[in-house]
């Protein structure tokens, strides 16, 4: 074998060898939620392939002793002090350790026995636990898009030194993932991004002020924690996205499109030069993405989301209307305007959702308040760990005196 064909031959062996595992470790965080029950019953599909070092939630003691009796975790995480001394007095106390206090939820992503961190979090929260997974070269199954709204410049260099690697949970960005082995990096045009368009695409925009928690909180195809289903009602998750995929796929945001298929059918395309755009479809289950990441790079015989063509009917696809969902222009101007501006974006728009579902403001308010606060902030250029979370909680503090 010449020199050429043998490191070929090894190369091959050793992609081989990456392309199946016998057993992956993985820490679930955010277990008790959407995401971190659908991961849980994927796990369920394929006895035998994890070993669940550990479940993370905030409160949901019942759920995560229900989740700890089936998976065995060394850890429990709880992020309620309360839920976790009530675990400790439980014979689940003894079998597991139980943990409280933001530090032991980036030590679990970090811990050495863990190949794969699962980050189900909401919000901003889940940054911290990121990039410790990150840090540690571990795979990062991301469903916490925050991540990397809030910290997307701090990922890169790190992944870089440590190997790791970041596998979208988020149905949109796997799409694009998978999209993108039909081509070279260098032959993108652009990335695609569907939008259902939310429960309020065809409301009139004079409808809006008098949108209820209820009707926000009712998705027509997805089924979501509550604050995924209120970003999509204002577009805002999809403005999210936007800037999730630019650090994701290191790519501009004028070459990421948005368009509203509200079948949730293509779950987001690619178009290459030559005009030819890639899709990837199926019906709206989460569990399908959580397949794709937790497998990488193995597909799996699966049935999560099959489709059948003949009983789909159409398909349809729509140009959004940002005077009714300003959230997207807000989402877009963020990512241009780069630095610690979407973590701005992000931190008032939790404050505007927690103040939306608590009854504190109208539905319209949400976007005016992020509007607002971004207004308002003096955007720090390639920000360090401390100026990110310096405008998070600044921005934080200005969202709520205009909810007040
Ligand atoms: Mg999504």
């Not at 820490?27 to 669940?52: A, K, N, Q, W």
């Not at 650090?247 to 501009?252: E, G, K, R, T, Y």
């Not at 579902?357 to 606060?373: M, P």
Request: glycine share 6%.
């Amino acid at each position: 074998m010449t020199g050429k064909k043998k490191q070929k031959a090894e190369s091959a062996a050793s992609s081989a060898g990456e392309s199946s595992f016998t057993k992956r470790s993985i820490v679930i965080l955010g277990s008790t939620g959407s995401i971190g029950r659908s991961t849980l019953e994927v796990l369920d599909e394929h006895p035998g392939r994890f070993e669940v070092v550990a479940l993370a939630a905030y409160s949901d003691v019942n759920r995560i002793i229900e989740q700890a009796a089936k998976v065995h975790p060394k850890y429990i995480y709880m992020g309620d002090p309360v839920a976790a001394e009530f675990l400790q007095g439980e014979p689940i106390g003894r079998e597991c350790e139980i943990l409280t206090g933001k530090e032991s939820i980036a030590a679990l992503a970090a811990l050495p026995e863990v190949e794969m961190v699962v980050n189900a979090l909401v919000g901003a929260a889940g940054l911290m636990a990121s990039l410790a997974a990150v840090e540690n070269g571990k795979y990062l199954a991301l469903a916490n898009k925050e991540s990397l709204v809030v910290g997307g410049s701090l990922f890169e260099d790190i992944a870089q030194r440590t190997g790791a690697k970041i596998l979208p949970i988020d149905s949109e960005h796997s799409a694009i993932w998978q999209c993108l082995s039909a081509g070279r990096d260098s032959e993108v045009r652009r990335l695609i991004l569907t939008a259902s368009g939310g429960p309020f695409r065809q409301l009139d925009k004079s409808e809006f002020k008098n949108v209820t928690r209820e009707a926000a909180l009712n998705h027509p195809t997805w089924k979501m924690g509550p604050k995924v289903t209120i970003d999509s009602a204002t577009l805002m998750n999809k403005g999210l996205e936007l800037i999730e995929a630019v650090w994701l796929f290191s790519i501009p945001p004028e070459m990421v499109s948005i368009v509203v298929h509200p079948q949730s059918i293509v779950h987001s395309m690619v178009e290459y030069i030559d005009s030819s755009v890639v899709a990837q479809m199926s019906a709206p289950d989460m569990k399908l993405p959580i397949t794709y990441a937790l497998f990488w790079p193995e597909r799996l015989p699966s049935e999560f989301g099959r489709l059948d063509f003949s009983e789909l009917g159409e398909l349809t696809f729509a140009k959004p209307d940002i005077e009714k969902f300003p959230a997207i222009n807000l989402a877009y101007n963020a990512a241009v305007m780069g630095g610690t501006a979407p973590a701005a974006l992000n931190a008032a728009n939790e404050v505007a959702v927690d103040a939306f579902l608590l009854g504190r403001i109208g539905f319209t308010q949400i976007t005016d308040i992020i509007e607002k606060t971004l207004m308002n902030h003096q955007v720090v250029d390639k920000p360090s760990l401390l100026d990110i979370m310096e405008a998070d909680s600044r921005s934080r503090e200005l969202a709520e005196t205009f909810v007040n």
